[in-house]
Nanobody, 115 residues
Framework: QVQLVESGGGLVQAGGSLRLSCVASETIFTFNPMRWYRQAPGKQREWVAS???????NYADSVKGRFTISRDNAKNTVYLQMNSLKPDDTAVYYCNAVLVSRQWWGQGTQVTVSS
């Protein structure tokens, strides 16, 4: 069973930055892709960003140009650098790993952006 542990969330003012980390219990080299999702109160979970094993990245329109996803295979870690944060970015952020037809989720980390 793959375990994913997110960290780095917190309270930040609008315009600020945070970097989320997702550490996997085993090598992430084969996970393809790894993704970040978020879920705001009263809303459905939504996809935020993806990174493939070949480091191809993709972003939701709402975060494009502000967020950057990256991976460090040596550290079994995926990151989400979040800049120019807005109150609408407030949500629980979840890490997701995909291997063929299987996927795993972390427990989430809370990000709160104050106006």
């Amino acid at each position: 069973q793959v375990q994913l542990v997110e960290s780095g969330g917190g309270l930040v003012q609008a315009g600020g930055s945070l970097r989320l980390s997702c550490v996997a219990s085993e090598t992430i080299f084969t996970f393809n892709p790894m993704r970040w999702y978020r879920q705001a109160p009263g809303k459905q979970r939504e996809w935020v960003a993806s990174i493939t094993s070949g480091d191809y990245t993709n972003y939701a329109d709402s975060v494009k140009g502000r967020f950057t996803i990256s991976r460090d295979n040596a550290k079994n870690t995926v990151y989400l650098q979040m800049n120019s944060l807005k109150p609408d970015d407030t949500a629980v952020y979840y890490c997701n790993a995909v291997l063929v037809s299987r996927q795993w989720w972390g427990q989430g980390t809370q990000v709160t952006v104050s106006s």
